[in-house]
């Protein structure tokens, strides 16, 4: 996943810039970046921020780099945003995507001339730089922006930073969100819709689905109308989002409020049967609260996740890595979880691996019961639309791996009744997965539910991790 933030201002752009860009940070585990323009051109600094926070990081760059126009990204993938010169002029590029015909797209490039692409350490093509040489298959950038995002298969929404502006654009079905922001004398696009409130902007409008528009301190000139179709991530909502973020007029807090209370009216378990209901930290806490609300058991805090030197930002890409430091994050309250029945609420299980480890952290600080509740339905399908997770394969989900231990080869043929918690078939899979995993019981989320939480109709939202409809 990545999160940006451009900015136009009549006056220095960098410190809103800098803080715009940072307020992504729970977006992105891997690199910064940020450029300017201004008097002396383009400036550009990118940092690795696997260890050290963006703010830590860029306090010097924001002092150095001065200019009137610039874009910024936090990453998990791809060093971003590209600097690039064509017979376009020079501009930059950040983007937020998943680009499923990348070899594909490559193949095209070098047919048509366009003989190299820098390689990272992975060995990869850097997905922002190929969204750049299909900006630069256009007459002009605005052109050239269409264009990539008709040759994509999966999802973009990008910020183009030139000397004359910056160009905002989102995602032809609106898959991730991008929102303009506005102040005496500049106006800023954002991914996330609370980065700006501290910096004293005002919502101007949200981009709608496939809508682009070209940014300047003056003004905002609509390059292309929005289309009527959308499909908008749920996970933005049940766990990418920041708790203040806004989506489609829809607030993620109060999305998961309402989530929480659906699984409650819905829970097999008794309200007498638990003494407490705690969330996992941190997107887990607010579908909790929403929980305890509605069963009128106390919300608890049974563990406190450590972050002054376990941030969010620092979060490997080797998975046993990972599992080790999700781990060390966690610290136990002693008094809240000894000989106690806990309702503990996770936003979603993909691998189930951390979460088992959690568990077994809860019993062996002698919690009595452990019933799990998921905030969102079994994962079977991997994301084609967003980097949701690092998963490689749809073995790695641990619902799909029970489905396919069973069904072998016929597995997909049927997904459609392990989808459908009315099934037996579901039931059958739910329970070998709360076995699996050492919980007392296991309540996975409704899709309906989930939806009516996020209050859009179904087809505006999408859902094809969850039964691989697109």
Partial sequence: MSGI????????ASIDLFFGIDY?????????????????????????IENTPFRTKFEDDMESMKGHLGIGCISDYEPQPILVQSHLGTFAVATVSKINNMDELIKEAYKSGHSQFQVMSSEEVNATELVASLINQQDTIADGIRYAQEKIDGSLTLLVLT????????????????????KEGAYCASFESFAYVNLGYKDYKELGPGEIVFMTPDGIEQIREPGTEMRICAFLWVYYGYPNSV????SVEKMRYNNGASIARRDETTASEIDCVAGVPDSGTAHAIGYANESKVPFSRPFI????????????????????????KLVPVDDLIRNNRIA??????????QLRDTIKYLYNSGAEKVHVRVASPPITFACKYLNFSRSRSVMDLIARRVIHEWEGDKDVEKLEDYSNPDHVCYKRMVAEICKRQGFDTLQYQRLDDMISSIGLPQCKVCTYCWNGKE
């Fill in 247 to 250: 989506y489609e007029g829809i």
């Fill in 344 to 353: 503990l609420i996770d936003d979603s299980i993909v691998r189930g691996t």
């Fill in 5 to 12: 933030f451009g900015v136009a201002s009549k006056d220095n």
């Fill in 305 to 328: 996740k450590y972050t002054p030197t376990w941030p969010r930002s620092f979060m490997p890409t080797n998975q046993s890595v990972r599992e080790m430091i999700a781990r060390m």
């Fill in 163 to 182: 000397k004359e502006g910056v160009y905002a654009a989102r995602d032809p079905l609106g898959r991730t969100p991008l929102r303009i922001g506005h």
């Fill in 24 to 48: 992504h940070s729970h977006l992105g585990t891997r690199r910064g970046g940020m450029v300017v323009y201004g008097r002396e051109g383009f400036s550009r600094a990118i940092h690795n």
